[in-house]
Structure formats: structure tokens, C-alpha cells
């Protein structure tokens, strides 16, 4: 017998959506399909020649003041 979902429970949809993905394809497969539906945002080419020339040191300094 197959088990009752309810529709209006998004979150019961999500939890059962990811089981099944996960059974079906395994836990690195059900990544990668939810990786297909990840459109992103910006123009990563053209940005990354914006990025400022950091040291590591200051990337941690900055990370530690948020």
C-alpha cells in the first residue's frame, strides 16, 4: 500500500521528495539532480575580475568581524 502524502504540507512534500531522491540515486546522485535545477546569479566571468586582490589574512579578518 502506498503511503498517503499531503499535498499542502510543503514541508512533508520536501522531506518525502528528498527520500525518494535519495533511494533512488543514492545520497552524492540526489546532490547532483538538485544541482540541475540551480540557475545561479551574476555574470560569475565578468566578476571575478572585480574581486579584490585579498591576502588570506585579511579575508579571515574580514570574516571575523561579521
Not at 2 to 31: D, F, H
Not at 47 to 66: G, R, S
Amino acid at each position: 500500500m502506498k503511503a498517503t502524502i499531503n499535498i499542502n504540507n510543503l514541508v512533508e512534500i520536501r522531506k518525502k521528495g528528498l527520500q525518494a531522491l535519495r533511494e533512488a540515486l543514492g545520497p552524492a546522485g540526489m546532490v547532483r539532480f538538485i544541482q540541475l535545477f540551480e540557475n545561479g546569479y551574476g555574470d560569475y566571468t565578468k566578476e571575478k575580475y572585480q574581486q579584490p586582490n585579498q591576502t588570506v589574512e585579511e579575508i579571515d579578518a574580514i570574516l571575523k568581524n561579521k
